[in-house]
């Protein structure tokens, strides 16, 4: 039984960054933190954590972080990765519940769904969620709760599959799009958030980002049409 590796994609996230690893830590031993061009001492502070810090020099999206893990992880020992965000909204202690329905078997994608905190969101926030899962059932008939979350399980045989391209946000609508083309079970386990709201940490913004996570649901149903998707 191979690994399963937390990766955590990083930006500008010194007041928040080493205690996510740590608390990662004490579930998963190894932690990968992409600390993508900030201009903080986040990558220090995930050193000092304990983590495994790959630096790029310039901010390029969360999409494009994420891909960088998933490059170097891509090998033998590593079963899948588990992703969640620096900036201290998802709860750690909630891998337990995505590594269990893994290694059950029989799934590729497990997305964490916050649906149950909502509520405590901005409307904005709210809206955006709902409108891209509204956009992936409307184009693809997949319906998914919470589209949006980052606190996900991937197995290496699909990421291996499935050729992500996205540079931010919408590279996780990406993989739920390719997961259905692909013909790979997606599965939905309920976590808890800390900050139910985390404007003043998040580097989300709601109209840009979802105007791209739409976009991205579109040009992929386009482009399975055409053929040419995975």
């Given amino acids: 039984m191979g690994d399963i590796v937390a990766v955590i994609p990083a930006y500008n996230a010194s ?65 899948a990765v ?32 916050r649906w149950r905190d909502f509520s405590g969101m ?26 949006q979350s980052g606190f996900r399980l991937y197995s290496m045989p699909f990421l291996r599959a499935a050729r992500l391209r996205g540079e931010a946000y919408e590279l996780e609508m990406e993989a739920i799009l390719a997961a259905a083309a692909l013909g790979r079970k997606v599965r939905t386990v309920p976590i808890s958030l800390l900050v139910a709201d985390g404007r003043a940490l998040s580097h989300f913004r709601p109209v840009r980002d979802t105007y791209r996570i739409c976009a991205c649901v579109v040009g992929f149903s386009l482009r399975r049409l055409l053929g040419r998707a995975p």
């Fill in 82 to 113: 588990v992703t969640l965000d620096a900036d201290g909204q998802h709860d750690p202690d909630d891998i337990p519940k995505l590594v269990q329905s893994f290694r059950a078997g029989g799934v590729d994608l497990i997305i964490g769904s």
């Fill in 122 to 147: 901005s409307p904005m926030r709210r809206f955006g969620n709902r409108f891209s899962s509204s956009a992936l059932a409307f184009f693809s008939g997949l319906r998914v709760p919470d589209s």
């Fill in 15 to 79: 007041p928040t960054i080493a205690a996510v690893v740590r608390k990662a830590r004490s579930h998963l031993t190894r932690v990968l933190v992409v600390d993508d061009g900030s201009t903080d001492d986040t990558g220090e502070q995930a050193r000092r954590a304990g983590a495994q810090v790959m630096t790029q020099p310039r901010n390029r999206g969360k999409g494009a972080a994420l891909r960088t893990a998933f490059a170097e992880l891509d090998g033998p020992g590593v079963d």
